[in-house]
């Protein structure tokens, strides 16, 4: 059914309630979770995200689409301007679209880019009530249904799902040709870390979310962000184990950090709604010093079960939550939030010079 590019539209959430608006973009129904981002820019690195796969993004600040979209170009087999190859979203809830963008690097609106990757928009919705209710209830599975639609078809539960083996690479993949061999396990893989590793010296191997890389030969492993439930990826935990207990260097973020906490011996919870945004505030213990992150988790870190060999690295200023784990004495830690930010804060790219003095250290 072809619908007018200005159809009606309604945001239902499972416990009832509905948000009504205009669609935009690829005029369409669709299902899933509904999480909410506090970002005030960077809405193409946030929609090409693969961590916000099977999700409907609400996004808090009021003016979206104002700087359209950029080229989609790709530099050494990576996006140069997204996070991803596509838009990975299942929907989008914003308040005001501008469908009339100006910037000297757009290359298209954002309901065009949207409308070519078969994702709908809608817009007008009071996203400030939205994520009130959201913060109250937590996330909510919710449906985007156009005007005069009733097949309204069934809740999606993204959590339910192997997100991860959905958005990770299916094949090996070599990145560069730096002194540094870097093994990046993809679990749904945000394009900026591999940037990062790659402006600092390294060859990055990128494999699957669930390839067995404890016998190739490398200098040391990153483990990437992704979707949904990290107790879902069993292989990946596995082959992280072995790693540790034969001591190379490891750098885990946000999905990467779950999944090394869970082969220390940590376990993970669902939070109610999640930290996702530019200005998440992050503490080390002992430290007066503060970070502002970006992140963009629905999960975390539950310390209580490592031995006394790991420590807390940081921890969430607003909520006491852990922000990630190092090893006392061996070349391991991780992060939760995303020291590669890309729209956001970049306090927290030294992590990546640290990861590379491990490596070359081995220490």
Same mark, same amino acid.
């Given at each position: 059914?072809?619908?007018?590019?200005?159809?009606?539209?309604? $945001?239902?959430?499972?416990?009832?309630?509905?948000?009504?608006?205009?669609?935009?973009?690829?005029?369409? #129904?669709?299902?899933?979770?509904?999480? @909410?981002?506090?970002?005030?820019?960077?809405?193409?690195?946030?929609?090409?995200?693969?961590?916000?796969?099977? !999700?409907?993004?609400?996004?808090?600040?009021?003016?979206?689409?104002?700087?359209?979209? #950029?080229?989609?170009?790709?530099?050494?087999?990576?996006?140069?301007?997204?996070?991803?190859?596509?838009?990975?979203?299942?929907?989008?809830?914003?308040? +005001?679209?501008?469908?009339?963008?100006? *910037? /000297?690097?757009?290359?298209?609106?954002?309901?065009? /880019?949207?409308?070519?990757?078969?994702?709908?928009? $809608?817009?007008?919705?009071?996203? %400030?009530?939205?994520?009130?209710?959201?913060?109250?209830?937590?996330?909510?599975?919710?449906?985007?249904?156009?005007?005069?639609? =009733?097949?309204?078809?069934?809740?999606?539960?993204?959590?339910?799902?192997?997100?991860?083996?959905?958005?990770?690479?299916?094949?090996?993949?070599?990145?560069?040709?730096? %002194?540094?061999?870097?093994?990046?396990?993809?679990?749904? &893989?945000?394009?900026?870390?591999? %940037?990062?590793?790659?402006?600092?010296?390294?060859?990055?191997?990128?494999?699957?979310?669930?390839?067995?890389?404890?016998?190739? +030969? @490398? +200098?040391?492993?990153?483990?990437?962000?992704?979707?949904?439930?990290?107790?879902?990826?069993?292989?990946?935990?596995?082959?992280?184990?072995?790693?540790? =207990?034969?001591?190379?260097?490891?750098?885990?973020?946000? $999905?990467?950090?779950?999944?090394?906490?869970?082969?220390?011996?940590?376990?993970?919870?669902?939070?109610? @709604?999640?930290?996702?945004? *530019?200005? !998440?505030?992050?503490? %080390?213990?002992?430290?007066?010093?503060?970070?502002?992150?970006?992140?963009?988790?629905?999960?975390? &870190?539950? #310390?209580?079960?490592?031995?006394?060999?790991?420590?807390? $690295?940081?921890?969430?200023?607003?909520?006491?939550?852990?922000?990630?784990?190092?090893?006392?004495?061996? #070349?391991?830690?991780? &992060?939760?939030?995303?020291?590669? =930010?890309?729209?956001?804060?970049?306090?927290?790219?030294?992590?990546? +010079?640290?990861?590379?003095?491990?490596?070359? *250290?081995?220490?």
């Amino acid at each position: 059914m072809q619908w007018a590019a200005a159809a009606a539209g309604r $945001l239902i959430l499972e416990d009832g309630s509905e948000h009504t608006g205009r669609l935009f973009g690829a005029v369409r #129904p669709a299902a899933g979770e509904v999480v @909410f981002n506090t970002a005030m820019t960077g809405y193409p690195e946030s929609l090409s995200d693969p961590s916000y796969t099977g !999700q409907i993004l609400v996004i808090t600040y009021p003016l979206v689409g104002n700087y359209g979209v #950029p080229e989609p170009k790709i530099e050494n087999g990576v996006c140069a301007n997204y996070e991803s190859e596509a838009v990975r979203v299942a929907g989008l809830v914003i308040a +005001d679209y501008s469908g009339r963008h100006s *910037h /000297w690097a757009a290359r298209a609106g954002l309901g065009d /880019w949207l409308a070519a990757h078969g994702v709908p928009g $809608l817009s007008g919705v009071d996203t %400030r009530a939205l994520t009130q209710r959201l913060r109250t209830h937590g996330a909510l599975l919710g449906r985007i249904i156009p005007e005069g639609d =009733a097949a309204v078809g069934p809740w999606r539960d993204p959590n339910r799902e192997d997100l991860v083996a959905q958005v990770s690479t299916r094949s090996v993949q070599t990145h560069g040709d730096g %002194r540094r061999r870097i093994v990046l396990l993809d679990c749904g &893989v945000k394009h900026n870390i591999l %940037r990062c590793l790659l402006r600092r010296d390294a060859t990055v191997v990128r494999v699957p979310w669930d390839h067995d890389f404890t016998a190739m +030969d @490398f +200098d040391g492993l990153v483990v990437s962000n992704g979707p949904g439930d990290p107790a879902r990826c069993a292989a990946a935990v596995a082959h992280l184990r072995t790693v540790l =207990a034969a001591g190379r260097p490891v750098f885990g973020i946000c $999905l990467g950090h779950q999944l090394l906490a869970l082969a220390a011996g940590a376990r993970t919870y669902k939070l109610a @709604f999640g930290h996702r945004g *530019h200005n !998440q505030p992050v503490g %080390r213990p002992g430290s007066p010093r503060a970070f502002i992150t970006s992140q963009n988790h629905g999960f975390a &870190v539950d #310390p209580a079960g490592l031995d006394d060999r790991w420590e807390p $690295l940081y921890v969430n200023l607003n909520d006491g939550t852990n922000e990630g784990l190092r090893h006392r004495t061996r #070349p391991f830690f991780s &992060v939760q939030f995303h020291p590669e =930010a890309s729209g956001g804060p970049t306090d927290t790219e030294f992590l990546f +010079d640290d990861f590379m003095d491990l490596v070359r *250290h081995g220490r």
